[in-house]
T-cell receptor, first 115, second 113 residues
């Protein structure tokens, strides 16, 4: 079955720098890949979705890339702010594996932006 | 987007008892999901609950332990039966929105003593 690895458990950066988070998967390339943000004590919140035929997607200060050859997605936050501190989760759809339209999640990267 | 509420938000239960978690959505949705998030871990899908059919459970989860109801398109319940301390976790309800995104409830934090 599909395995998802988010390389860093935690990432600390200075305010104003660009944060780059990595998501790698092991098996099939999914039809799409998603990134979510989770704050302590809350459910995940959807940020961006990128499809297998898209190389890059942007939304305000966020940028996601998707490389199906490397089986990797990169998630960038430019001009980071302390309010960006949260756990960021990578998620893939399970349809090829299980036929079910649900998501399988990586373990997340906890981002801390220092003022 | 969908707004999802869950009840209770948290509970402390004794082992051997059962707890039913409610999930209410502010719009009609076809697909609902129940996830579990153990401390410091990511989300694990328990089951998919569609209205009018039996829930579909993922490997490692069984109906006797986690019975699910889906009486209509805006509501679902998950029961955690015969609880043990290993069931201590956050339980999250989720729905499939437009364009393949999922929306999550705030979660129910369960502690089993």
């Amino acid at each position: 079955s599909q395995k998802i690895e988010q390389n860093s458990e935690a990432l600390n950066i200075q305010e104003g720098k660009t944060a780059t988070l990595t998501c790698n998967y092991t098996n099939y390339s999914p039809a799409y890949l998603q990134w979510y943000r989770q704050d302590p004590g809350r459910g995940p919140v959807f940020l961006l979705l990128i499809r297998e035929n898209e190389k890059e997607k942007r939304k305000e200060r966020l940028k996601v890339t998707f490389d199906t050859t490397l089986k990797q997605s990169l998630f960038h936050i430019t001009a980071s702010q302390p309010a960006d501190s949260a756990t960021y989760l990578c998620a893939l759809d399970m349809r090829i594996d299980t036929g079910r339209r649900a998501l399988t999640f990586g373990s997340g990267t906890r981002l801390q932006v220092q003022p | 987007s969908a707004v999802i509420s869950q009840k209770p938000s948290r509970d402390i239960c004794q082992r051997g008892t059962s707890l039913t978690i409610q999930c209410q959505v502010d719009s009609q949705v076809t697909m609902m999901f129940w996830y579990r998030q153990q401390p410091g871990q990511s989300l694990t899908l328990i089951a998919t609950a569609n209205q009018g059919s039996e829930a579909t459970y993922e490997s490692g989860f069984v109906i006797d332990k986690f019975p699910i109801s889906r009486p209509n398109l805006t509501f679902s319940t998950l029961t955690v039966s015969n609880m043990s301390p290993e069931d201590s976790s956050i339980y999250l309800c989720s729905v499939l929105g437009q364009k393949e995104t999922q929306y999550f409830g705030p979660g129910t934090r369960l502690l089993v003593l």
